[in-house]
């Protein structure tokens, strides 16, 4: 019961995840100061230090043109020319917030993921990593998030921990130090998930 071809065994990997696609992230464009109409960026990927994606895109005042090939490895790559329609609402505070809206379904987005074409979360199918992940993992993913917040050009494992890692520049101290604070809370759960799940085997 429980092994391959239960029920519950297939519906646990029925979904691929996010991970499992190429991100396009409206906050990070607007970290990096990307956000500028008429300006055109191209983006890229890398996983170990090895480029696994890119694309340029163009902005205007209500859309982002995404242009780049699809199926690269082929011997005929299709040019992809998409318009993705941005959306402004009102902060509660003031200000407003650019949100992608989804070409297939209209949805508001602030991640699209990529395929031949870039779409939400809903229209790609796929469910968040956290899904189908257990404490330790939860704990190892929390932490891998503040480890790029502070080092976002390091390539990190989760034994490397936040501890070592300086003030990014252009950050506040008490920003740094609450996210150091939450790090070595994340890093001490995932330890002592570690050891928990290792004395199962001894």
């Known amino acids: 019961m429980g092994g391959r071809g239960s029920g519950s065994y297939s519906r ?10 190429l991100k ?8 990096r100061g990307w956000l500028t109409p008429n300006i055109n960026q191209t983006l890229t990927w890398s996983r170990n230090d090895n480029v696994i994606g890119a694309i340029s895109y163009v902005l205007s005042n209500d859309s982002i043109t995404l242009l780049y090939e699809h199926g690269a490895s082929s011997n005929e790559p299709e040019s992809i ?3 993705i329609p ?8 003031g200000g407003e917030r650019i949100w ?3 070409p297939s379904c209209m949805r508001k987005a602030l991640v699209l993921f990529g395929g031949k074409y870039f779409r939400c979360r809903i229209c790609r199918g796929a469910i968040h990593p956290s899904v189908n992940e257990n404490k330790l993992d939860r704990s190892r993913r929390a932490l891998a998030k503040y480890q790029t ?9 989760a034994a490397d921990g936040t501890r070592n890692l300086h003030k990014p520049k252009g950050m506040r101290y008490k920003t740094y130090f609450e996210i150091k604070k939450r790090a ?9 998930y570690f050891i928990t799940s290792m004395k199962r085997y001894l």
């Open 81 to 83: 020319n998409d318009q």
């Open 86 to 93: 941005l959306i402004k609402t009102s902060c509660n505070f």
């Open 12 to 21: 646990y990997n029925s979904k691929p995840t996010t991970d499992n696609y």
């Open 149 to 157: 917040i502070l080092a976002p050009d390091k390539s990190l494992s």
């Open 24 to 31: 396009l992230d409206l906050r990070v464009l607007k970290k």
């Open 184 to 192: 070595s809370e994340k890093e001490d759960d995932m330890n002592q």
């Open 100 to 102: 992608f809206c989804c």
